[in-house]
């Protein structure tokens, strides 16, 4: 099997695959968000101009982009807003990367009509690049994606809580990494990876689901199975600090 070289971009919840060819992935922009939050009686810009301006300037590491999940946020119709920005959003995209592709994600649905036609959506149970298997998170991963040696997710938005010598909380996006209970994996599947690369979400306004509390620990069925071995969760910020296992 060719061996992948994965990058997170340094600053940025995306990462790069390299290999035939460079990918950039990023993963649950929840476009449209912010009007489910005015509902909530927050008065929100869109935050779409501003991710629009941080992916096409990622274009410079690779010339594709991968999006892991959840392109809008609305389930499950498109809101007249997703409807709105959304296909000029793509299609600006389209300008900066020579090919783009969505995994669809559990707030994906009724995506597809407002594709730009170049712009391909796959299953949320994935596909694999460059020999590293890549998936949403909300259902299981094909077993295409499993015969790999890192699998890559998004979904479940993760962050790590932080608190200081004064009792202060602050939640930060973060990578995780992780590995598998073996024996719970082949019960499913023919081949158990080796890592599991699990991306922060893009949107600023989503600062994620702290991984270092229970409700970080039950997300999407490959945690709630025990597939995974909470005691290898590795976390990483944003800027590389290593803040070691969990």
Sequence with gaps: METVDIEPIADTPALLIKGKESWVVVADLHIGIEVQLRHAGFNIPSQTPRMLESMMALASQGDKLLILGDLKHRIPSVSNRENKEIGPFLEKLEESFRKI????????????????????????????????????????????????????????????????SLGTRTNEKCWVRAGFVESKVLERFKNCPKEMIIVPAFNPLLTGTPVNTSRGSSIGPMFRNGFVDSASLRVYLLDGTNLGHL
């Design 101 to 164: 592709v969505i995994v669809a994600g559990n707030h994906d649905g009724g995506l597809s009509p407002i594709l730009p036609q170049g712009v391909e959506a796959i299953s949320g149970r994935g596909t694999r690049v460059n020999e590293a298997g890549v998936f949403h998170g909300h259902i299981w991963p094909s077993d295409q994606v499993m015969d790999t040696k890192t699998i890559i997710m998004g979904h479940t938005h993760p962050s790590v809580m932080l608190t200081d």
